[in-house]
């Protein structure tokens, strides 16, 4: 008989958390706690990807959907209604109606995705396999992600930051955080 699977039973766990929260989400009225559940999705999010294995991209999701996009988030709340306002039931039902579809196609493909973990499937053995063998002679980095994100991809990286740079910066332009004349400074 195998052993129980605990790390399943978290992500399990986690999707559960994050199926929750997420309809939380959709059916509150009140801003302030839609953002705040926002920032605790995204942390569930980075759990779970801590729990796959993918703690760069947790690190990012932390950082940027939790701390960052909270932040503005609250601060584009600042300039708008506590409250949402009722929306149409036929708008209702047309989201159901494309998430619906959009989930039915994707448990389609799932059927098509590698088992969790195969070291034959397409990820595990070329381009993959290809880093781990090269990079410690190209590159004297020991950690493998690492190396890519900082050396293979640097180029990408960058791009990214610039991105990220250039939206926060957008969103401060709009919501108008330079220092406005009073009437009184007028000249």
């Not at 053995?125 to 781990?132: E, N």
Request: glycine share 8%; charged share 15%.
């Amino acid at each position: 008989m195998t052993e129980f699977d605990w790390t399943q039973l978290l992500d399990y766990a986690l999707m559960g958390m994050l199926l929750a929260v997420g309809i939380a989400i959709v059916r509150l009225r009140n801003l302030f706690a839609a953002v705040m559940l926002m920032g605790v999705y995204s942390l569930l999010s980075a759990a779970w990807f801590v729990s796959l294995d993918a703690v760069d991209v947790a690190f990012t999701e932390a950082a940027v959907g939790a701390g960052i996009s909270t932040v503005l988030m609250l601060a584009a709340m600042l300039l708008t209604a506590r409250e949402a306002e009722p929306v149409k039931a036929i708008r209702h039902w047309a989201a159901l109606i494309v998430v619906s579809v959009a989930g039915a196609a994707l448990f389609y493909a799932v059927g098509d995705m590698p088992v969790y973990g195969d070291p034959n499937s397409p990820a595990n053995s070329y381009v993959g396999m290809d880093y781990i063998t090269s990079t410690p002679n190209e590159i004297a980095v020991p950690n493998v992600v690492t190396a890519v994100l900082a050396s293979y991809r640097g180029f990408d990286t960058f791009g990214e930051t610039v991105v990220i740079f250039a939206a926060g910066l957008g969103v401060m332009l709009l919501l108008g955080l330079n220092p406005r004349k009073k009437k009184g400074d007028e000249e």
